[in-house]
């Protein structure tokens, strides 16, 4: 009985999860090949990255969800069925877009929705979750995300050599409205312990309160420092990878195909594999040897970018071992960040802590096309391996204040 509860909960995280991340997946992976594709500059492909802005600034509403929702529908689900719907209606509707400027503001929107719903998942999964629930869903949250992202920017890219992108978008759109139909038919039970204290029922000085002292812990300074830096040198790298395969010859299918599909099967392997080790050794330590052997892996892609002509099997190799230990490092990462919630405003101080990882990320992701432009694309990916290296110090310099 006790494993047909945890199947309940942990296969809707996981749907949920997928579902977030087929946009996503989209936009990193096929719209800067959709943008290069229609002669658009590398530097405008640069800024696309911050189509992803609502991720980073969803903490300004989170404080909303956490309060507001119906007890009879479901406080989570009050606020997940509409996003969900919202993304499946903007998915038809992008099928049927030519122009770039407006796929472009389609995208905006999907992740604003996709990243609005989040926070309700997130918020469901931290006080739904009993504590020997935690690393399961924790591995649910990383495997579905990334299974989305694999679905919209590597199977559906390959695909769309034959039904193109107006089919891509089409398919997406079937695939989001089985989730809605799950997400409606969820039962959402009322979760038990201390963290089940209705938050909705404080008001919002007290919200913030807790929020602070939460952020006055300890290991509070550290892990945002942490959060904050731990994909700056691999996003710089990644945003130039598949526009530097583009101008080098290859095909945006055999692109999507090699980091969309390839890429993410590793990458989940890397979230396997850390799920493994975290039962081993402490957070922090976990962190501190993946991300050593993280600035491997982006290190490869400057070997990959100096080379006269790298033939596709170096590329898919390149590729698999970067996106293994990014998936690794991820994994890792947000465990670490779920270990440290104040499970009574799971949904504001997660979500808080998640957009200051996208806030580290984002900005140096705007700026690589400008970089690539100046300097070259091995400039890019030697300056991501540098940025790697000192976030492994940084971890070893921080490591005994995580474990507080």
């Not at 990255?49 to 009050?78: E, H, I, N, Q, T």
């Not at 962190?287 to 070997?303: D, E, M, N, P, T």
């Not at 898919?316 to 405003?345: K, P, Q």
């Not at 990320?361 to 991501?384: H, N, R």
Request: aromatic share 10%; with cysteine.
């Amino acid at each position: 009985m006790r494993h047909k509860g945890s199947v309940k909960k942990l296969l809707p995280l996981l749907l949920l999860y997928f579902s977030q991340g087929l946009p996503f997946g989209f936009q990193v992976t096929a719209l800067p090949l959709l943008l290069r594709e229609q002669g658009v500059s590398l530097k405008a492909i640069g800024f696309a990255s911050l189509l992803a802005a609502p991720w980073l600034a969803k903490a300004l509403w989170a404080p909303l969800v956490d309060r507001y929702g119906s007890a009879r529908f479901g406080r989570r689900k009050s606020w997940i069925v509409p996003m969900q719907a919202a993304l499946v209606v903007s998915a038809f509707v992008a099928a049927h877009v030519t122009e770039p400027e407006t796929l472009v503001v389609i995208i905006f929107f999907m992740n604003l929705f996709a990243a609005t719903m989040d926070i309700a998942v997130d918020a469901l999964a931290v006080s739904w979750l009993d504590p020997k629930e935690l690393g399961p869903g924790n591995a649910l949250q990383v495997v579905g995300y990334k299974l989305g992202m694999l679905t919209g920017g590597g199977l559906l890219v390959w695909a769309s050599a034959k039904i193109g992108w107006s089919g891509l978008f089409n398919v997406m759109g079937v695939l989001m409205l089985g989730v809605l139909a799950m997400s409606i038919a969820m039962r959402e039970p009322e979760s038990t312990g201390p963290e089940a204290a209705p938050v909705a029922r404080v008001n919002f000085r007290e919200l913030v309160a807790r929020l602070r002292s939460a952020l006055s812990q300890p290991p509070a300074a550290a892990l945002i420092a942490v959060v904050l830096t731990y994909k700056m040198g691999e996003t710089l790298a990644d945003a130039m990878w598949k526009p530097m395969l583009f101008d080098r010859g290859f095909t945006p299918s055999d692109i999507g195909l090699w980091n969309g599909t390839f890429g993410m099967i590793t990458s989940l392997a890397g979230t396997t594999l850390s799920g493994v080790l975290v039962r081993s050794v402490s957070l922090p330590r976990a962190l501190l040897w993946i991300a050593a052997f993280r600035a491997l892996g982006v290190a490869s892609l400057w070997w990959a970018s100096v080379l006269p002509q790298p033939g596709a099997a170096a590329i898919i190799l390149v590729t698999c071992v970067e996106h293994f230990f990014g998936g690794a490092i991820t994994t890792v990462l947000f465990a670490l960040m779920m270990h440290h919630t104040d499970r009574s405003i799971g949904g504001t101080h997660y979500t808080l802590l998640a957009s200051l990882e996208v806030w580290g990320k984002l900005p140096l992701g705007a700026l690589s096309g400008i970089i690539a432009s100046a300097f070259g694309y091995p400039t890019v990916f030697g300056w991501g391996t540098a940025l790697c290296v000192a976030f492994a110090v940084l971890v070893r310099a921080v490591r005994t204040r995580l474990n507080a």
